[in-house]
């Protein structure tokens, strides 16, 4: 297992991954794994006990690396089967 990263803040950051998967009418599995590159507090560092803004502001970033994953994951989700498409020989 990794070890989560710090910043000069010591808190710990979480890696967030989603593996896309495709399994083809063959019975063949492909998968990509993506992983955000936004730095998402952990849970234990989220600040709920100060201020609203101070919360929004942690959670504003676990979204925004939400948000970036799903991106990732669609484009990974494409390439994946755009890959498949080019194995096909093209009719002459």
């Known amino acids: 297992m990794e070890k989560n990263n710090t910043k000069d ?3 710990k950051k979480v890696k967030i991954k989603y593996t896309v ?3 083809f009418e063959d019975g063949r599995v492909e998968e990509k794994t993506v992983t ?3 730095d998402v507090i952990s849970p234990s560092d989220m600040d709920v006990s100060s ?7 942690d959670f504003d970033k ?3 690396a939400g948000v970036e ?3 990732k994951a669609g ?3 494409m390439e994946l089967y755009a890959d498949e498409i080019k194995k096909k020989k093209k009719p002459e």
């Open 21 to 23: 998967s495709i399994e």
């Open 9 to 11: 803040t010591g808190k």
């Open 62 to 64: 676990l979204e925004k």
């Open 75 to 77: 484009k990974a989700l």
């Open 51 to 57: 201020t609203k803004e101070n919360f929004l502001r």
């Open 36 to 38: 955000t590159d936004k």
């Open 69 to 71: 994953l799903r991106d």
